[in-house]
Antibody, heavy 115, light 112 residues
Framework: EVHLLESGGDLVQPGGSLRLSCAAS????????MSWVRQAPGRGLEWVSD????????YYADSVKGRFTISRDNSKSALFLQMNSLRGEDTAVYYC????????WGQGTLVTVSS | DVVMTQSPLSLPVTLGQPASISCRSS???????????LNWFQQRPGLSPRRLIY???DRDSGVPDRFSGSGSGTAFTLRISRVEAEDVGIYYC?????????FGGGTKVEIK
């Protein structure tokens, strides 16, 4: 059974940093691109970033480019999102998703940016 | 970016009756490979989104056959043949044909 478990969400001050992790299991991680999608409180879904199977190609939404970095460790079936220079508008639940926004989503981890 | 516009924003439905959600894109979603990457997601209250339909009309494993997708080019529809109580939630369309991936604003389905 495919399982994606995010962690690392927290309350952080504006300008701060946070690193999200996603532990994947139940499938051959190295065969899939992976994505991060976020959802601000009471709002819709926003694609944030994705990474190719090998990690050699990464893509970002304009809203996070230059501040967020996606990476993966295929030896550990893990996906990461390093978030720097956080802003209030980054407050959201962040979901780890298999594929380029595919069928399998984690339960999400809440990031709150506030002073 | 491709703009995805859903209607209606809110859809009150009677149990056992059909429901239909429209999604329109600002440009054609036909990919150069011939596929149309238009997906539908359901988000039940308090839960993560769940993909129901991919490539316009293919149902994901475990999705009841009362859900169906149709459309082409820039106009797409998600239909529920007979709404059940467990179908309450927000439905999103999403395009994966053009970079970046973009979502519709969502349609809230509730029981009358």
């Amino acid at each position: 059974e495919v399982h994606l478990l995010e962690s690392g969400g927290d309350l952080v001050q504006p300008g701060g940093s946070l690193r999200l992790s996603c532990a994947a299991s139940g499938f051959n991680f190295i065969k899939y691109a992976m994505s991060w999608v976020r959802q601000a409180p009471g709002r819709g879904l926003e694609w944030v970033s994705d990474i190719s199977e090998t990690g050699g190609d990464t893509y970002y939404a304009d809203s996070v480019k230059g501040r967020f970095t996606i990476s993966r460790d295929n030896s550990k079936s893990a996906l990461f999102l390093q978030m720097n220079s956080l802003r209030g508008e980054d407050t959201a639940v962040y979901y780890c998703v298999r594929g380029i926004v595919g069928a399998f989503w984690g339960q999400g981890t809440l990031v709150t940016v506030s002073s | 970016d491709v703009v995805m516009t859903q209607s209606p924003l809110s859809l009150p439905v009677t149990l056992g009756q059909p429901a239909s959600i429209s999604c329109r894109s600002s440009q054609s979603l036909v990919h150069s490979d011939g596929n149309t990457y238009l997906n539908w997601f359901q988000q039940r209250p308090g839960l993560s989104p769940r993909r129901l339909i991919y490539k316009v009309s293919d149902r994901d494993s475990g999705v009841p056959d009362r859900f169906s997708g149709s459309g082409s080019g820039t106009a797409f529809t998600l239909r529920i043949s007979r709404v059940e109580a467990e179908d309450v939630g927000i439905y999103y369309c999403m395009q994966g044909t053009h970079w970046p991936v973009t979502f519709g604003g969502g349609t809230k389905v509730e029981i009358k």
